[in-house]
């Protein structure tokens, strides 16, 4: 019962430094996303996907890149890290847009530190 | 600029009285809205949801109601309990284009 898996749960990084996030699902959801919480800001949206071999920007993409290989797999990475990308990211899937009785699925997080 | 406010960072309430979390939004566009819950380390859990056709959604304890023109909306939990210690974002969307727009949270704590 997996639901949404993110690995790792926690990083620390130097500056300039690369890394590759991990969000892995079991409900075969064609739609899954990448999200960044800052205090006071609330969720806000990286990139997304609307199926495999898909991805497109969301709010707040400027440093960051995905990709969507396979359906379950969705990998968000970061090619120079900078501390302003010190945070918590969180991945979520749905069927669809995630509304009615469909919503999106988050994983646990995870944090990241940029040194 | 965000579209989806939640201008009570925290709020406390005593064991078996009434929480009331308010959100309030600008874009006329949203359509659909829903709670999410979260508890520390672990990801948002969905909650309840409401689509602008209605003004109020009940679901057990948790009732969602909408004012549309004051494009407000509301959530009550009765009655609070010591697991519903949390914080409860609120976000919205459009059908025309299905991202969601979250507010900022609200920090709920309930007390014995």
């Known amino acids: 019962n997996a639901g949404v898996t993110q690995t790792p749960k926690f990083r620390v990084l130097k500056t300039g430094q690369s890394m590759t996030l991990l969000c892995a699902q079991d409900?075969?959801?064609?739609?899954m996303y990448w999200y960044r919480q800052d205090p006071g800001m609330g969720l806000r949206l990286i990139h997304y996907?609307?199926?495999?071999?898909t991805t497109a920007k969301g709010e707040v993409p400027d440093g960051y890149n995905v990709s969507r290989l396979k359906k379950q797999n969705f990998l968000l990475g970061l090619e120079s890290a900078a501390p302003s990308q010190t945070s918590v990211y969180f991945c979520?899937?749905?069927?669809?847009w995630g509304m009615g009785n469909q919503p999106q699925h988050f994983g646990d997080g995870t944090r990241l530190s940029i040194l | 600029d965000q579209q989806v406010k939640q201008n009570s960072p925290s709020l406390s309430v005593q064991e078996g009285r009434i929480s009331i979390l308010n959100c309030d939004y600008t874009?006329?566009?949203?359509?659909?809205f829903l709670w999410y819950k979260k508890y520390p380390a672990e990801g948002p859990t969905f909650l309840i949801s409401?689509?602008?056709?209605?003004d109020k959604n009940e679901d057990g304890r948790f009732t969602v109601f909408l004012n549309k023109s004051a494009k407000h909306l509301s959530l009550h939990i009765v009655p609070s309990q010591p697991g519903d210690s949390a914080v409860y974002f609120c976000?919205?969307?459009?059908?025309?284009?299905?991202?969601?727009?979250f507010g900022a949270g609200t920090q709920v704590v309930v007390t014995p």
């Open positions: 874009n006329s566009m949203f359509d659909y």
């Open positions: 996907s609307v199926g495999e071999g």
């Open positions: 409900m075969n959801h064609e739609y």
């Open positions: 979520a899937s749905s069927y669809s």
């Open positions: 976000a919205a969307s459009g059908n025309s284009w299905g991202k969601l727009q």
């Open positions: 409401i689509s602008s056709i209605k």
